[in-house]
């Protein structure tokens, strides 16, 4: 059975009235975990070069930077690529090594942008 607890709530305030909004769900684009190194880094080169924001990956004060893997920096710019793209179709493979995942890979400070869906409650 699917989950459909909201993950994130918000408050909006529309014509003067308080709403409260639930983000029910959202589409990621991850690395691959069975993906090899030398793949992902081809992969990660190409979206870094065709219109991700690699901008957090940056060694000094990017807020992705760590965990220093391929993995983990392959998973960010993947899904940035994706989410500029508009999540077309075919913009989340890069070559077999990327998958869309349905759970929030953000931690920390290192946010990825996402598609939510936000279902009003109130």
């Given at each position: 059975?699917?989950n ?14 308080m709403?409260?909004?639930?983000a ?5 684009c ?28 940056q060694?000094?004060n990017?807020?992705?930077f760590l965990p ?7 998973s ?5 690529y ?18 869309v995942?349905k ?20």
């Amino acid at each position: 059975m699917e989950n459909l607890l909201p993950n994130k709530l918000f408050f909006i305030f529309f014509g003067g009235a308080m709403f409260l909004a639930a983000a029910v769900e959202g589409n990621w684009c991850v690395a691959r975990s069975d993906a090899s190194n030398q793949a992902l880094q081809t992969a990660l080169d190409y979206a870094c070069s065709s219109g991700a924001d690699c901008t957090p990956l940056q060694p000094n004060n990017g807020l992705c930077f760590l965990p220093n893997t391929i993995q983990a920096h392959s998973s960010y710019a993947f899904n940035s690529y994706f989410q500029r793209k508009g999540m077309a179709p075919g913009s989340c493979d890069f070559s077999g090594t990327a998958t869309v995942a349905k759970t929030d890979p953000s931690y920390g400070s290192c946010v990825y942008p996402s598609s939510l869906r936000y279902a009003c409650v109130i």
